[in-house]
């Protein structure tokens, strides 16, 4: 779909304006001496994609926010509609097909108390595209029903719209759109759970993404997806093609629910839903890449919040760090490049779940398969880029942890650019860069050491690290610490030092 630019000086309602006079100036020379190329113009194609871009409009009866604006729904469903008639074999046509049916269905079963606004050899024109099967019923009740299913649908648009055009005030009337349907379509069929997975999704992105900023979404929304999502999961069953987006949706929403409220219980029924999506995903699903992302961050963050007693087994940084590579290998620079670096990132956090701070060799092999991540990552990540500095800084530490400190000290001194101007930054790699110097110096003494040597040495660490932590619970020197006022509160402030 191209995007021209606005023309200098218009502001919207101009642009509108003038949008809707040229689609309609191309409709009104239809049938004329020289045939329908116009239609088919560059031009035409960009203006009428243009036109998208004000299928909603502030409305006074919203209270300030935006409806459906139905003289250009109308208007570029009909003109969508003999784009794809004209040239029915053209690589667009059957999109274009496809979109003029939605835009006119809400015109086409309009409530038996509206007035039919489509001309007559339009409506006899859908009615044989239709066929008798769907035909606007006779019935007042079974057009209520399926005028509700054709707010529904265009809801469906709209939220793709939404998220394809960045266009939030489409994705907010999308929401509009779905709860004003859903208590009409029948309970029977798979429409209202269709609908309850739709208005789920646009409540989750018609305002800051509850991923990223849980603390910033509107708490009634939130609920409100989470409820929609959770009632349309259940009624969608495994083998329809919407289960796997349903689960991932209603995941989604739990997960921003446990930010917002700080409540890590929720963490758990989330990862289930998010994986209960990758294992039922199907070909439709185009989103795959990033269910396994949000399953390897969501089981990340149940490891990273687990409190005293409830660490988490081998098993959830294994299935965390699959997942990731997963979403990691589906993805390509050139399709995505800064997707590619979220999830870059979060696998560079997964590797790390658990690392132990008593168990150095098995803490430096974790590091070790961080720096692999955290060096693709730095390599995505250019000079200039307001990350690189906190990426390089990463990398230099999971060195460091991984026991090369010569590296770790390349490392930083090469890239100093990237924090140098930076007081934070600059005191981390400071601390990186004088730890990084005792291990050298300590690795360097224990070169000539043969492997029972080292082994003593280690096993004098593995002894000496509690106490100087700060915890003598227990521990057999524990009274030989207190009496030099290194026990307790003592040692940890030391240690600190």
């Not at 999308?174 to 798979?190: C, F, I, K, Q, V």
């Not at 018609?206 to 999502?229: C, H, I, K, M, W």
């Not at 000539?448 to 700060?470: H, K, N, R």
Request: net charge negative.
């Amino acid at each position: 779909m191209t995007e021209p630019q606005q023309l200098p000086g218009e502001d919207r309602p101009a642009e509108r304006e003038r949008l809707l006079r040229a689609v309609r100036g191309r409709l009104d020379a239809l049938g004329g001496p020289t045939g329908n190329g116009h239609l088919h113009t560059a031009e035409a194609r960009q203006e009428t994609d243009r036109l998208l871009r004000h299928l909603v409009a502030p409305h006074p009866a919203t209270g300030g926010g935006h409806a459906l604006d139905a003289e250009v729904a109308y208007v570029l469903g009909v003109m969508y509609l003999f784009v794809a008639d004209d040239r029915p074999d053209a690589p667009t046509a059957a999109q274009d097909g496809q979109c003029a049916l939605l835009l006119l269905a809400p015109f086409y079963c309009h409530l038996p108390d509206q007035p039919d606004v489509l001309p007559p050899p339009l409506r006899a024109g859908l009615d044989q595209l239709l066929g008798a099967e769907g035909r606007r019923p006779d019935a007042p009740e079974e057009i209520v029903q399926e005028h509700a299913a054709s707010l529904a649908n265009l809801a469906m648009l709209l939220l793709e719209l939404g998220i394809t055009l960045a266009y939030p005030e489409a994705i907010r009337v999308a929401a509009d759109l779905a709860r004003e349907a859903l208590p009409h379509l029948s309970p029977d069929g798979h429409d209202r759970a269709l609908a309850g997975c739709n208005l789920g999704y646009a409540l989750l992105l018609s305002g800051p993404t509850p991923v990223s900023s849980p603390g910033q979404a509107d708490p009634e929304q939130l609920a409100e997806a989470v409820s929609v999502l959770r009632t349309a999961f259940a009624a969608t069953p495994r083998e329809h093609p919407n289960h796997a987006r349903c689960a991932n949706g209603l995941g989604l929403a739990l997960l921003a629910s446990a930010g917002q409220a700080e409540d890590r219980t929720q963490l758990a029924e989330a990862a289930a839903m998010l994986r209960i999506a990758t294992q039922t995903a199907t070909e439709v699903d185009q989103n795959l890449p990033q269910m396994y992302s949000d399953l390897g961050y969501t089981l990340t963050l149940c490891a990273r919040t687990a409190g005293e007693g409830e660490e988490p087994g081998p098993e959830v940084r294994e299935e965390a760090v699959d997942a990731l590579r997963r979403a990691v290998d589906l993805t390509t620079p050139a399709e995505d490049g800064e997707m590619l670096r979220t999830r870059l990132d979060r696998l560079a956090d997964a590797v790390v779940i658990g690392s132990p701070s008593d168990d150095r060799p098995r803490a430096a092999a974790q590091a070790e398969q961080a720096v692999d991540t955290l060096r693709r990552l730095l390599d995505l990540t250019p000079e200039g880029h307001p990350e690189r500095g906190d990426v390089l800084l990463r990398l230099a530490g999971n060195r460091l942890v991984a026991q090369h400190p010569q590296e770790t000290i390349d490392l930083l001194v090469q890239g100093e650019s990237a924090y140098a101007t930076d007081p934070r930054r600059e005191q981390i790699a400071r601390a990186l860069l004088v730890e990084a110097a005792m291990l050298k110096g300590e690795l360097d003494s224990r070169a000539d050491l043969t492997p029972e040597q080292q082994a003593d040495w280690q096993a004098i660490d593995d002894v000496m690290l509690p106490l100087l932590s700060g915890d003598t619970t227990g521990h057999p020197m524990r009274s030989v610490m207190n009496l030099i006022g290194l026990g307790g509160e003592g040692a940890g402030a030391a240690a600190r030092n």
